[in-house]
């Protein structure tokens, strides 16, 4: 699927999920050529998704790097985030932050059972961290996990809530408690990055528990 993307929207993709990048990096991960990440990353740049910032590291010539702009974030799903915000300021204002605490928790409890259904048989921590990768990213998160140490990173480099958490965050809190009950008393999980905080993802620090 990844592969039938245009070029452009793959490198939007890149830079989404692995972070500002410079043309030489961008390049390498999409398999063309400098001047080819260079024309995709101008047309880009025209239509306003990305822009680049000139960084100066030790004695070599600056380099520039690419991120996404706000505009560029917006390409990724944002789940009709005005109406959710709306609906939140709406119960907030009609039937006070104790009911919309009420709902939140129970779409959290409702989440917290879909999830659990969908991990039963898996036993390992890495085998329910892969697993709840999958579910997040399905869900629009652009999840993965990566080794650290002697655990493992929970990373999500996309909120399709964003705009809704930002307005109530219950919701990040109710998605931490959800992952901590997941994943049992064998594991410790930390949020160690926050898109809401300013950082380009969410990422949980997962550590094993010794039993």
């Known amino acids: 699927m990844q592969n039938q993307l245009p070029e452009n929207e793959k490198a939007l993709g890149i830079i989404k999920t692995q972070g500002p990048q410079t043309l030489l990096d961008l390049a390498a991960a999409m398999e063309i050529t400098v001047e080819g990440a260079r024309f995709h990353l101008l047309k880009l740049a025209k239509e306003?998704?990305?822009?680049?910032?000139?960084?100066?590291?030790?004695?070599?010539?600056?380099?520039?790097i690419w991120a996404l702009t706000d505009l560029g974030h917006a390409r990724f799903p944002d789940m009709h985030a005005a109406l959710?915000?709306?609906?939140?300021?709406?119960?907030?204002?009609?039937?006070?932050?104790?009911?919309?605490d009420k709902i939140i928790a129970a779409n959290g409890k409702a989440g917290l059972e879909r999830y659990l259904q969908e991990l039963e048989g898996k036993t390992t921590l890495k085998e329910r961290l892969k697993g709840l990768a999958v579910i997040r990213t399905r869900e629009g998160y652009m999840a993965d996990i990566k080794k650290e140490g002697e655990g493992f990173l929970l990373v999500e480099n996309h909120c399709p809530i964003c705009a809704a958490a930002a307005s109530c965050q219950?919701?990040?809190?109710?998605?931490?408690?959800?992952?901590?009950?997941?994943?049992?008393?064998?594991?410790?999980?930390?949020?160690?990055?926050?898109?809401?905080?300013?950082?380009?993802?969410?990422?949980?620090?997962?550590?094993?528990?010794?039993g």
């Open 84 to 100: 959710t915000v709306n609906l939140i300021e709406s119960i907030r204002g009609t039937l006070g932050q104790q009911a919309l």
């Open 48 to 64: 306003g998704l990305v822009a680049a910032t000139t960084e100066s590291k030790g004695r070599g010539r600056p380099q520039q």
């Open 170 to 210: 219950g919701f990040c809190a109710a998605e931490l408690k959800t992952f901590k009950t997941v994943l049992g008393k064998a594991a410790d999980v930390e949020r160690v990055d926050h898109i809401l905080k300013g950082a380009r993802r969410c990422a949980y620090k997962v550590t094993p528990v010794a």
